[in-house]
């Protein structure tokens, strides 16, 4: 079933209305997300009261409290927001190492310890943060019990969530960023190095340049995979929630629409994120 | 002198992923497994045994929910690959021009959005006082509220959709390879639509569908937020009894066992499904 494969009306409607089905399949979760943070009624469901930015503005004097009044939400937004920079900080540059290392370098047993790197992609994600706990929190009981030492580092909260994500998102990084190390033409490194610069300053005035925008990349995908995950960070998290958290555990304690507000804000920074890489690329 | 300092860049480049794969994957994982096999005697003595392991087929609580995850994952794997290969085939070799482009960023849309907000969107439809509910009162199918939430197939809905984005992008990225005089060979030499779609485009196709069926069936198995939120009180999901052990009842040791169980079967089943299509990890992933 090709362009130049004669097709019938029939089927070519058919195929069609599939594909109608199918975007409206997946707009319609997140389109009445949307539009329920602006309706004036205390639950996000039918029928529809009218049209209010109460959801993100009401300071509580009314029995509503918006987004930018709801300190339990901000204060996660604020942890989300420091775990996802050291994420993106820490899981890049361990990608661009990486990527130099698998493409540039050849040493033995490249092979095995690429498919070592490829592996955290086929370990569930609460596999991962299980056994992050397992190891770190055990690790500074056992010190804690024997020596009298106590190693809050490892203990949940920040640091471990933050060990935990990069543990996957360096391997998508390294993807990433070696996809386009792979295209690199190396005469133009060679250029520079007979026009008599030293190693270093060809990496930094030719290589480097060239792969900056699957650096930039990168980092808004670590960004954004670092802000939305879940199922690593529940298992590490301590007294401090992020975002992910603290909204699972209010959805618990039933739905209002102000998750709809937090919803539709976090869709639009994820939106404007993408964009900002889309026009790196372009 | 000069292959000191290759020895010595080498050394610089490993230093960070050595570090990065031992202390965070390799060493957390060999823990896990041994912890998973220490039986806690009183609160400071341990000893070595596979009890937690008995406790997994001795109760059938475990084991049952175990295998309906498994079964479930390849359920929800295989119905993403239906729902996304004609989406993927439109996109890579019917539609033209700009089309080719929206059609595909539209499919990319509801990934900005994180799990819990794609969740809590299909809550909203589905529930009792959720706007299908409500649709269906209005044009007068039913007489009162209906629940469509908290069941199997509310939870199936959930896991493809989140699925289909990861097996999309795949399927477009191989089918857009393919050369369409094989197509038309296939035609010519008078085979009829489904010859052509099992001799010639799903073989090209293969690498493409192997490795989002990886991706799709690791997420569902994986998945958390979808089959607690949306799945009723019999379609219990075996991650559900990792973070029970874990969180609500500190044990840890039968919490590490159900995870190496996991990760077995998820292995298992990765290392199967690239063994059957003669596909290799590194041509489906990297």
Known sequence: MI???????LFDALYLSYLLAFFLYLALPLLVTAVFAFNDSPFPSLPWQGFTLDWYLADGTDGRTGLFHDDGLLSALWVSTKIAFWVTLVSVGLGCVNAVLFERVEFRGKELLYLLMLLPLVIPGVILGVSILVFYSGMANDVSRLWGIELDLFRPGLTLVVMGQVTFITTLATLVIAARLRKFDRQLEEAALNLGATPLVAWFTVTLPWLLPSILGAAAMAFLMSFENFNTTVMLTGSDTPLTVALFNRLREGSTPVLNAVALFLMLVSALLALFTLRQKS | MNSSVGRFSLWLLLAPFLLWIVLLVLVPHLQMLRVSFQVRESWDTLAWGLEQYQNFFSESYYWRTFVRTGVMSLFTTFLTLLIAFPIAWYIARLARGRSKGILFLACLIPFWASELVRTYGWMILLRESGLFSSWLQVLGWVDGPVEMLYNDVAVIIGLVYNGLLFMVVPLVTTLDGMDENLVEAGYDLGGGHGTVLREVVIPWAMPGIVSGCIVVFMLT?????????????????????????????????QGAALGVLLLVLSSLLVWLGLKLTGQSLRKVMG
């Open chain 1, 3 to 9: 362009r130049s494969v004669p097709r019938s009306r």
């Open chain 2, 221 to 253: 198995l994986g998945s958390y937020l979808t089959p607690v939120l949306m799945g009723g009180k019999d379609s219990a999901w075996f991650t559900e009894q990792i973070f029970t052990q874990f969180i609500t009842r500190f044990n840890w040791e």
